[in-house]
């Protein structure tokens, strides 16, 4: 009986730490990576996000670009996402109670605020800096305190801020390059309990038990970026860039830690001005590299995770595999400059998810499409405001989790609406 609890126990953990990492991941990249460095991007889906440079925000996306400018270029903004998560179709059961009544729920996401503010100082023809601070990832999921399969949902809160330094040098009058190191702090906040499938199982942990509460782990981890543009002339121009990302740890006041690796990213960016028009075309393909995303470690647990996990954490370390993709973003634009007051923009991306055979409730990933519109109102010769506006829509996915004591199959399925107000000036 004992070597029994002790598999079954292993068996919670497992499944506990897979449905609380793979929710942070949510937020980490393709369930729900931000996109959150300016109010242009959002209202053209960031087509061409790499190479346009219409306001300082570019450097985000590729740090060569800040050799387009020949002003000091200032501009500052926040986004709004609004996750709208929904979990139906919910079979649910456990050893100890059989099936496990489960209502269906669409209150799982969240609203958050992520703002930007980016700095382009050319110093002169050939050389520019910059300096920048904006939201990569950033989500909350949370279920309420008595849903029934609560091993699989509980609460999820991630942040994350990066503060950039970049340099560019315009090599001759087509090609640009750059170079920008990340500083990125973040902050997470993971609960879970044991759920109703554990009613009347004797040693296993009983319903309404806190098999994991990591309370704002945070911490820093250092990246880079490099970036290339080749402009064949005033209208028609490409970006390339890469970002590194490291592996992160964040810890709590407790002494949890939390090791996981973050996903690297290249992104190709075309920018076309038709000529004697008042219309151009921009598009851009972004790899995010998850198929490098293969185990996530949780370590120094504390004294009630360590007795459910004592059979499974080797000298107070546990490990556990994923099977991550990589994924991929298509986005195509349009920019139409109407007059000397107003410019309007619209966007369509698709993106893909990063999951493939894991899937959670907690991780409502699926591939998705961005429907996306804008607009920016010259003040003057110098300031102007952007709006941005885009709508996320998922697809229905099919999820199963399990573990030796309870199963769950559900239906979940996840939109967001991204809103943008930015302000820029020249000096």
């Known amino acids: 009986m004992m070597n029994k609890t ?36 959002i209202g053209r889906a960031f087509a061409g996000d790499a190479v346009i440079a219409d306001n300082a925000s570019v450097m985000a996306r ?48 969240d ?14 023809d050939k050389f520019a800096w910059g300096v920048n601070a904006y939201s990569n990832f950033g989500t909350k ?64 942990p009983p319903s309404g038990t806190n098999i994991l509460n990591v309370d704002k782990a945070d911490g820093w981890a250092v990246g880079f970026n490099l970036g290339a543009v080749y402009e064949l002339d005033e209208n028609n121009r490409f970006g390339l860039s890469y970002r590194y990302s490291p592996e992160f740890e964040a810890k ?39 198929g490098d995303f293969d185990k996530i470690e949780f370590s120094n647990l504390n004294s009630t995770q360590s007795t459910i996990a004592s059979s499974s ?9 994923y099977k991550w993709q990589d994924g991929w973003h298509y986005a195509i634009g349009g920019t139409y400059y109407l007059n000397n007051d107003w410019t309007l923009r619209a966007g369509y991306m698709y993106d893909t ?19 996306s519109t804008g607009f920016t109102y010259h003040i003057d010769d110098k300031s102007n405001v952007d709006f941005g506006f885009t709508y996320l829509m998922g697809d229905d996915v099919k999820v199963t989790e399990e573990s030796s004591v309870t199963n769950l199959t559900a ?9 943008g107000l930015q302000y820029s000036r020249s000096f």
Do not use: C
Request: hydrophobic share 40%.
């Open 6 to 41: 002790r598999v079954l126990k292993k068996s919670l953990l497992a499944v506990t730490i897979a449905s609380t990492t793979l929710a942070s991941q949510q937020a980490l990249a393709a369930g729900f990576q931000l996109n959150a460095q300016s109010a242009t991007g």
């Open 353 to 371: 998810s990063a999951q493939d055979s894991v899937t959670s409730i907690s991780v409502p990933d699926s591939d998705r499409q961005w429907f």
């Open 62 to 109: 590729n740090p060569a670009a800040m050799a387009l400018f020949d002003k000091t270029e200032l501009s500052l903004g926040f986004e709004s996402i609004t996750s709208m998560i929904e979990v139906k179709d919910v079979t649910y059961s456990g050893t100890g109670v059989g099936n496990v009544d489960v209502a269906n729920t669409d209150d799982v996401g």
């Open 411 to 419: 239906t979940t399925h996840a939109d967001a609406i991204l809103l």
């Open 252 to 290: 709590d006041d407790s002494g949890q830690k939390v090791t996981l690796p973050l996903p690297d990213m290249a992104e190709f960016s075309g920018f076309h001005k038709i000529e004697d028009t008042k219309f151009a075309v921009h598009y851009s393909i972004q790899y995010i590299g998850w």
């Open 141 to 204: 999921t949370e279920f309420s305190d008595n849903y029934p399969a609560s091993e699989f949902g509980g609460l999820t809160d991630v942040k994350s801020f990066n503060f950039g330094v970049a340099g560019s040098y315009r090599i001759d009058e087509q090609f640009s390059v750059g170079a920008g190191i990340d500083f990125i702090y973040g902050q997470g906040t993971f609960k879970r309990i044991t759920g109703d499938g554990f009613l009347g199982l004797g040693q296993i």
């Open 313 to 321: 954490a080797v000298n107070g370390v546990y490990t556990n595999e």
């Open 111 to 124: 609203t958050s605020i992520a703002p930007n503010i980016h700095l382009i100082v050319p110093v002169n």
